[in-house]
């Protein structure tokens, strides 16, 4: 019994110790294995390195995509999406976003949408009119300025932080003053200054005023033409380089 005992004693040690060697020559071709592992792999410079998360200008929805005027000046922060068409001459500053996503916006011949204002447009409007958003010519729309399903006719002034709700209307010639609210289904007659929350009738405008209306537009399209030049394939910082060659004496 007791050479029994001692027999399955140097059988059990003897087990233990190759299970032992084993692990050890195991774990040293590990770390052979990962000190001759073969070099990343780096990626080709003429690969293209594409970023999704940075801010997309035009958003296409569906079927529908923003249209923008060869000589229309939309910033380069601007957002675009869906059914939006941006006429001749017009300009978008920036920060300013137009949401077509659920009807039509039209943003019409030399008027202009200033900085950080939003743009949209509503299914259905609850005041039975169109739902559609409808700028026409020569508005000048002020920065940080709200516009939802509303219909601004030619010649007007939209001062900054306004908003204008589902079915308001602004008739040709008219001025709504900074800061006011005009309210669903509200309706600005021709030639009158509006102001206050809610947009209040203030006074009839002189035939001066209303002659001021388009020159502020046209001016502002005339500005933008300047920022236009910017975003040409090589801007205008040629010029410089020009400048700085002939103070140089170096021939062009």
Known sequence: MTS???LTRKTLTATNYHHLLRRTFATESAAAKTTTASPPITP???RVKWDYRGQRQIIPLGQWLPKIAVDAYVAPNVVLAGQV???????VWNGAVLRGDLNKITLGF???IQEKSVVHAAWSSPTGLPAETMIERFVTVGAYCLLR????????????????MEGSLVETHSIL???????PGRRIPTGELWAGNPARFVRKLTHEETL??????????????EYFNEYLPYSTIYLEVEKMMKSHGISI
């Open 177 to 183: 003053e900074a800061g006011s609210v005009l309210p």
């Open 212 to 225: 001021e209306i388009p020159k502020l537009a046209v001016a502002i399209n005339d500005l933008s033409k």
């Open 85 to 91: 068409n941006v006429l001749d001459g017009s300009s």
């Open 110 to 112: 030399c008027s202009n």
């Open 149 to 164: 399903s509303c219909t601004i006719e030619p010649e007007c002034i939209i001062g900054q932080h306004s908003i204008l």
């Open 4 to 6: 029994l005992a001692r």
């Open 44 to 46: 080709s410079p003429d």
